[in-house]
């Protein structure tokens, strides 16, 4: 996979290696990073390994190979099938399944080419699953695979192991903000709608704005303390819905598009539709007002759900002895 400065990214490499070790595993976190990208909370926080190229990985190095990342299946790059379908270990002999690949489309893009090839290099796979209900459906339909629909793996550790990454940290709120009642906004495309709409909140509210951008120093746990500190979110980014949900906080998002299935997705699971609003319309600021309420009952569930195909997959194979995860 591609280490990626992200913080949704970030994020779920996190909680996955957290879930590999609660299920007793050694967890690596394996992939390649551009120049430029800040990557030092991942190496602060999970046994982490850089390459330049896949190649590089040894046969022996890693007992089970993993696909999870952020948008797996999105990005067609120079890696793209080693990133996404593990090409460069399609001869081992090892067991290999995909956890909650996101495609990040909703109209198949996949030429026949690439279907070939993926077909080809999947077949060896114990297991695939996304996070997206509609992924598995184009999977099914283009690629003839049966999939497992997984929550995104930010949704499967107690929300005490990211409480745990800031319980110590100095953030820059607290410097900026002397009252501690503020609106977290994790914008990452920024609009004169959702420019507009935190102007209300501040006037009528009269209450100040905190931002966290991609390219600051300390994204990731600036990202973690803004939301659990704040009194309510205003984002447009997936995680930043996923980690408002998870630390219980009023919030509006911004949907890139009606056909945004990851956003769609958390609407089907958590019953935010009323949250969720267009990138042209302005919601109502009561919103950040009023206490979030989600289904937890289907959230257990999936959650439940998403773990088993986990075990099955480490565990339930001829190759359960192994320990070392890619």
Known sequence: MAHSQ????????YAMYIKLKELG???YIVGTIHKNHNISFLKEVVKLKIIKNFSEIKKDEFDILIVNSDQTWNAFTPNFYDIAFL??????????????ASLGFKHWVFSKKDEIIAKNLLKNFTGISVREIDS????????GFKVQYVL??????NKRYY??????????????INNKKYIFAYILKNSSNIKNYLSIIKTKL?????????????QVKEFLYGIFHSRGVVTNSFHGTVFSIIFNKPFATFRKRKNDNRINN?????GIKDRVVDMNSVPNISLLKSPLIINKSKLKSLKSVSIQYLKKHLYYNKYSQFKNIF
């Open 6 to 13: 992200n913080v949704g990214n970030n994020l779920l490499k």
């Open 25 to 27: 595993f050694s967890p």
């Open 87 to 100: 090409k460069f270990a399609n001869n081992w002999c090892k067991p290999k399944f995909v956890y909650g």
């Open 136 to 143: 598995a459906k184009l999977i099914k339909t283009h690629l």
């Open 152 to 157: 995104d793996p930010t949704l499967l550790i």
């Open 163 to 176: 409480i745990n990454l800031i319980k110590d940290y100095k953030s820059n709120i607290l410097s900026q």
């Open 206 to 218: 009269n209450i100040p704005i905190f931002y966290v951008t991609i390219h600051q120093k300390n």
């Open 266 to 270: 958390l609407i089907n699971i958590f």
